[in-house]
């Protein structure tokens, strides 16, 4: 009789162990643990956005640079627009900055340190028109990249080469 009651038992024990770790399992699948060393959880598919202005050598942009972990490449995208609203074709740098400009893009950790720097052509970036005229620019593309050190990224510098 003690026997069975104790099987009994068990068996409980084990279905409710069972039962909470699928439970646990379902109500977290939209996280993961990435990093455990420091128990960093990060929210799948979530996008990361870095917004910044560049007001040297004439300049006068808005950026902002959208960044999402996906198949272990970090994936970005980046707009330049006129911080004064119009279209970036007429301005005054316009032409200088399409034919000899390169955006540096540095992605650092809290404290500033460099995790991955990537310069991409601003001849090779996309016009985003309204009208007939190119309101902004615009570049998508993705690179190799560690999981553990996605999750680090704290900030993006965005920086001009060539202009």
């Known amino acids: 009789m003690l026997y069975n009651n104790f099987m009994k038992t068990l068996k409980q024990t084990k279905f409710l162990m069972i039962a909470l770790s699928l439970l646990v399992l379902v ?4 996280y993961e643990f990435v990093n455990l060393d420091e128990y960093l959880i990060i ?4 996008t990361k956005d870095y917004p910044s202005e560049i007001k040297w ?3 006068n942009i808005s950026t902002k640079v959208t960044t999402k972990y996906m198949d ?6 980046i707009f330049l627009e006129d911080l004064d609203g119009g279209p970036i074709q007429e301005t005054d740098y316009f032409e200088n900055l399409i034919n000899n400009g390169e955006l540096r893009l540095t992605f650092r950790d809290i404290d500033g340190f ?4 990537t310069s991409l052509p601003i001849i090779n970036f996309t016009n985003v028109t309204k009208g007939n005229k190119r309101f902004s620019i ?5 690179v190799q990249f560690k999981e553990s050190e996605y999750v680090k990224i704290n900030q993006v510098n965005v920086g001009t ?3």
């Open 27 to 30: 109500g977290c699948d939209q």
């Open 72 to 77: 272990g490449r970090l994936h970005y995208i």
């Open 114 to 117: 460099k995790l991955h720097d």
């Open 57 to 59: 050598s004439g300049l």
């Open 138 to 142: 615009r570049e998508e593309d993705s």
């Open 43 to 46: 929210k799948k598919d979530k």
């Open 161 to 163: 080469i060539g202009v």
